[in-house]
Every structure is written in C-alpha cells, then in structure tokens.
T-cell receptor
Framework: EAGVTQFPSHSVIEKGQTVTLRCDPISGHDNLYWYRRVMGKEIKFLLH????????ESGMPNNRFLAERTGGTYSTLKVQPAELEDSGVYFC???????????FGPGTRLTVL | AQSVTQLDSQVPVFEEAPVELRCNYSSSVSVYLFWYVQYPNQGLQLLLK??????LVKGINGFEAEFNKSQTSFHLRKPSVHISDTAEYFCAVSSYNFNKFYFGSGTKLNVKP
C-alpha cells in the first residue's frame, strides 16, 4: 500500500510568487491534515479535511494560504503571494475515519528568497 | 490549550549506550501521546503511541515509552542504541478526537560509533 506522497519535495521561489503544494493521502483515508515546520521549531497544525470539507482551519496563518481538496482525494495548498516567513517544511498526513494514527508524508521543503 | 516540551534539542550518545529522550506535555484533559521519528530525507514514522491501558508502551525498533500522568511526561527510552537510530524524534499530543496533533520541537539523536 502506498503511503502519503507529497509533491514537490523541494521548491525555491522568490518573494511575491505563487507556489502550490500537493498531497496524495493513503487510499481510503477520509481525513487529511496539513502541518508546517518553520526554522527547526515545532511542527504546527494548519488544517484538517474530512473528505472534501474543511473541518478545522484554525492553524492557517493568514489569507495568503488556500487549501483545497476537490473530490475528497488529493489536496493542494497554495501560497499566494509567498513571503519570506513562509519558508519551512510542509507536511501532509492522513488517517482513516475511525483511526487514531496520522500517517505522514515526506514533506515539501519550501524556500522563499 | 495543549503544548509539548522536548527539553533536549540534541542528544549525543555512543553506540550500545542507553538513551532517554524527554517529553513533557500540558493539558487539562485526557490526552493521547505519540512518538514519531524522522530519519534523514524521510517522512515522519510512528514509533509508538499511548491511548489507554498499560502506561509502558513498546514500539518499533526496540523503543519504549512510559506515560506518567502525575508528572505529565512521556519519555522515550532505548536500552542500547545503534548507529541507525540517528534521527530526529518528535513527541506529540493529540486532542480527544485525534483531529489535531501538537508537536514538540524535536530532539536530534546522534549516535556515535
């Protein structure tokens, strides 16, 4: 069974540009989460989808971040326009409806210059 | 609100020595506790979890952790480490509905020959 996959693995962009990160959860997992780790600090929750609905987006930093999960399968996280402080590693995780373990992807390292 | 503190950002240890990675949490409600490991250039992998029952939890690769409610701790231990255990370890607390994880800032374990 394939794990959680994320694309791209690395992205380097300039301030003001737009970047879109993609996450493909484990097949059959209705729950999808986005987290971010900035500058070696703690990994912080961004938001949670149940199927295509946003269950909790309390961790989204501001309105420059937009997450979508059309059709309840893969998800995208768009940053527009990117700022220097958006640099970090963005992790995606998924879990089964009744599961208690979140399975994490390898992350996307975003660098904003 | 919940929070997790990993007091040691880096732990150097010699191969075959025992190791303890410390994790303390703060929460006013019942919690579920997890340890994840991130090997170089890989995603987060679940080591072990405490949901209920025995306070001593055994995980993969010979790791174990003990839940101590009175001290609000969930320290990770291994009696004899290997070079391959070199990685970053994250302690996490889950909300009651498992829909949000709170992570510590991570502990880098460096096993030396």
């Amino acid at each position: 069974e394939a794990g959680v996959t994320q694309f791209p693995s690395h992205s380097v962009i300039e301030k003001g540009q737009t970047v879109t990160l993609r996450c493909d959860p484990i097949s059959g997992h209705d729950n999808l989460y986005w987290y971010r780790r900035v500058m070696g600090k703690e990994i912080k929750f961004l938001l949670h989808f149940v199927k295509e609905s946003k269950q909790d987006e309390s961790g989204m930093p501001n309105n420059r971040f937009l997450a979508e999960r059309t059709g309840g399968t893969y998800s995208t996280l768009k940053v527009q326009p990117a700022e220097l402080e958006d640099s970090g590693v963005y992790f995606c995780a998924s879990s089964q409806d009744t599961g208690r373990t979140q399975y994490f992807g390898p992350g996307t390292r975003l660098t904003v210059l | 609100a919940q929070s997790v503190t990993q007091l040691d950002s880096q732990v150097p240890v010699f191969e075959e020595a025992p190791v303890e990675l410390r994790c303390n949490y703060s929460s006013s409600v019942s919690v579920y506790l997890f340890w994840y490991v991130q090997y170089p250039n890989q995603g987060l992998q679940l080591l072990l979890k405490y949901l209920s029952g025995s306070t001593l939890v055994k995980g993969i690769n010979g790791f174990e952790a003990e839940f101590n409610k009175s001290q609000t701790s969930f320290h990770l231990r291994k009696p004899s480490v290997h070079i391959s255990d070199t990685a970053e370890y994250f302690c996490a607390v889950s909300s009651y509905n498992f829909n949000k994880f709170y992570f510590g800032s991570g502990t880098k374990l460096n096993v030396k020959p």
